[in-house]
């Protein structure tokens, strides 16, 4: 066979067995994978058979004197299995046979002996004291869900969670994930869902023929399987840490990350779902696209993201996902938040006004209305309404005539105008939008409004091929309608030109806009994500009943919700702690802080979450005093895990971010929601959006944690909080 033919493959387990042996071997194993990639004619591998296997298939080749690799070759495919020392290599290549699958569109790797010689070769099953875990479930429902008819003997000699948490090299990959969600008592459904098999009812597409090769590079299969697809790929993740998400997808996010789309697609799913980990492949997809096609060379994928810290997060992700398309100059992905990028635009379009950021100039515009609201005779309405007016419906609009406030809708706007009072408004927002030009300013929104004229005006070759988009529910209509003119409609078609993803369950900033009236139309390619990765299903729960009595959009003209939103794994129960006083609130988190860590936790993966930087400012003394090292997660700094410290964010900063133990502190009723943002409410209706808002920040803030989560207060508890019922 040819060397251009060869295609070579990792099971997951082969790649977990390297992680076992000294770094020689892995070394060693490495060097000998990327010749053999390079030039499969020289590679120097002598493929033997090996005894005892029924499967011809199964072979090993010598790494060294001392170790070997078992490989199944077939075809001009080649799949490395597992890499140990010789004689335990040779043990476990007796045992195994590959097969296809075609009711899960799996290759299966099978332990294919009596359970009995099985435990007695390689201890694989750790002993239990009664063999009852599974006891209870038929024959018949087993094989339905997806175990192999060998596999049986074995399911029904683990006796307890210890000893199937220790059995993992024991099973298929599959199985083995089918026995874990059996074990954590989800139902039949749920656990096809979280391990991608069709049921028995469901409509199943055509498929093409089931070989080897079509079904080692199905979807299905490469949950278990990696496939370089260069060299540096091979070399990034064997030298690496083995993080799941660069690697194996599930079935439904591959399917949504590689592949074309005819127009605009947007992206849905609750927290932990991996939006933005599909974004990430989508992109390393289109870029691998460009890369591939000389007539495209000068094009770039934008990724785009509302904040500063989530687009540096993205950017460190991406330069180990896919480090070839960042490295360029320019680099063929570019990460950057849209602030920025609007800003870089106007700079080098001469636009002579300064952009001022809400957070960071409050003062100086509340200045500014103040001057503007002292000229007029205000009708009899707040300044907190008046504000709120112009930012809700004038700027997030684009309003920029009176005519046109006249018309215009304010969808979630509590107090009802008249036409005179629209009138006696529109005096002052005229005022206001003139001070802002004399002092030579710009909000945000006047930044994209501006942006948008040029590109539409000068038609300017941008290079952007595609734009990536996420967490999209923080982003106003018009950072969308500025989006849709950085890769207008061409005549040719809209082929892969936009890739949204957001879940409007996490809006923490109060912008909202529907996809329809930015100009993109995502209707027939839209996409929902259900299953939960990071966050466990007990964590899960208590997240989603924060939200309770929210009704939230689409992110287009549609209502959203999280039905059939569910975890891939279990832990314990949240900890809800209340305490008399803050002092012994703040005590006992310090105390919670060391268990864990003893617990075997590293301080970086222990995660506070505040609502305030004054909180921050005064946790971080207390942790001092205590003698535990800890780093503030602050704006504009990516967070690098490999510094030690526990990690102190505001809710806020921690989006996008994850993290073992998860502890939100300070939630009394005095504090939390912050009465200052309660009492400047607009009325009634801005007082609830507010609530909604806050609820959504507590929702994210739980999400953040993979195992652990902790929630506490002192006197009586935010009203936001959900406790349980006393009985």
């Not at 060097?31 to 298939?57: C, I, K, Q, W």
């Not at 070989?211 to 690496?240: C, K, M, Y």
């Not at 992206?267 to 989508?282: L, W």
């Not at 500014?368 to 419906?393: G, M, T, Y």
């Amino acid at each position: 066979m040819s060397a251009a033919t060869y295609r070579v493959s990792y099971d997951l387990g082969c790649l977990r067995s390297l992680k076992k042996l000294p770094d020689r071997v892995s070394a060693k194993f490495l060097d000998m994978m990327t010749r053999f990639m390079s030039d499969p004619t020289a590679h120097g591998l002598n493929f033997e058979s090996v005894r005892g296997t029924s499967d011809r298939g199964v072979k090993s080749v010598r790494i060294d004197q001392g170790y070997r690799a078992i490989a199944f070759i077939t075809g001009q495919d080649v799949m490395f299995l597992h890499v140990n020392n010789h004689d335990e290599a040779y043990r476990w290549a007796e045992r195994r046979d590959v097969r296809v699958d075609p009711a899960t569109n799996r290759i299966r790797v099978v332990e294919s002996v009596e359970v009995k010689e099985a435990v007695s070769a390689s201890a694989e099953l750790p002993a239990a004291a009664a063999p009852d875990l599974f006891n209870v479930i038929p024959d018949e429902r087993l094989l339905a869900l997806g175990i192999l008819a060998e596999e049986l003997p074995k399911v029904r000699q683990l006796g307890d969670q210890d000893a199937l948490d220790g059995s993992q090299d024991a099973f298929d990959a599959t199985s083995y994930d089918i026995l874990i969600a059996l074990a954590a008592g989800y139902p039949d459904d749920e656990i096809r869902a979280i391990v991608g098999i069709k049921g028995p009812d469901e409509d199943t597409e055509k498929k093409t023929p089931t070989t080897f090769a079509n079904v080692i590079a199905s979807d299905e299969s490469r949950q278990h399987i990696f496939i370089p697809e260069t060299e540096e790929e091979l070399r990034r993740v064997f030298e690496g840490d083995l993080e799941g998400w660069r690697i194996f997808l599930h079935p439904d996010q591959r399917k949504v990350a590689y592949r074309d789309y005819s127009g605009p697609t947007l992206v849905r799913g609750g927290a932990g779902t991996g939006k933005t980990v599909v974004a990430m492949h989508h992109a390393r997809y289109l870029a691998d696209q460009i890369k591939k096609d000389p007539t495209r060379s000068s094009e770039r994928v934008l990724f785009t993201t509302f904040t500063t810290n989530l687009a540096l997060d993205i950017q460190s992700n991406l330069q180990a996902l896919c480090p070839e398309h960042l490295e360029g100059s320019p680099p063929r992905i570019e990460v950057i938040n849209l602030d920025r990028w609007v800003s870089q635009f106007l700079k080098r379009k001469k636009f002579p006004r300064e952009i001022v950021y809400f957070g960071d100039n409050k003062d100086r515009l509340d200045g500014i209305w103040r001057e503007v609201l002292d000229r007029h005779s205000l009708p009899e309405l707040s300044e907190e309404f008046i504000r709120a007016e112009w930012e809700q419906v004038v700027q997030a609009k684009g309003v920029m005539t009176e005519g046109a406030y006249f018309k215009v809708a304010r969808t979630g706007r509590g107090t009802a105008l008249d036409r005179k009072t629209r009138a006696s408004l529109w005096k002052i927002f005229s005022d206001y939008r003139a001070s802002m030009i004399d002092e030579g300013l710009a909000e945000p929104d006047d930044a994209y409004r501006e942006a948008i004229e040029i590109l539409k005006a000068e038609a300017p070759s941008l290079p952007y091929g595609a734009v990536v988009v996420d967490e999209a529910q923080d982003m106003g209509e018009q950072a969308f309608r500025l989006i849709r003119a950085i890769v207008p409609e061409k005549t040719s078609g809209d082929r892969n030109s936009i890739f949204i993803v957001g879940d409007a369950h996490q809006r923490i900033y109060g912008r909202r806009a529907t996809m329809t009236a930015c100009g993109i139309n995502v209707r027939g390619r839209s996409r929902q994500l259900r299953l939960n990765y990071r966050t466990s299903d007990e964590i899960r729960k208590w997240a989603v009943s924060v939200l309770e009595g929210v009704s939230v959009d689409d992110l287009d003209e549609g209502a959203d919700s999280l039905k059939g939103y569910t975890s891939v794994f279990r832990g314990p129960a949240p900890e809800l702690a209340s305490f008399s006083s803050e002092e012994k609130e703040v005590g006992a988190l310090i105390e919670w802080i060391r268990a864990v860590k003893a617990q075997g936790t590293l301080l970086g993966d222990i995660g506070v979450l505040l609502r305030t930087i004054g909180q921050i400012d005064s946790i971080a003394r207390k942790l001092d005093d205590a003698g535990i090292e800890s780093i503030r997660l602050r704006p504009n700094m990516a967070d690098d895990r490999w510094q030690p410290g526990v990690r102190l964010s505001t809710m806020h900063r921690g989006k996008g971010l994850e993290f073992q133990a998860v502890a939100i502190p300070l939630l009394s009723k005095s504090i939390f929601p912050p009465p200052w943002m309660l009492k400047g409410a607009a009325d009634d209706v801005d007082r609830r959006n507010i609530l909604q808002q806050e609820k959504s920040l507590l929702h994210v803030a739980a999400t953040r944690a993979k195992k652990l989560l902790r929630v506490s207060w002192s006197g009586e508890p935010s009203p936001l909080i959900v406790t349980p019922k006393k009985e």
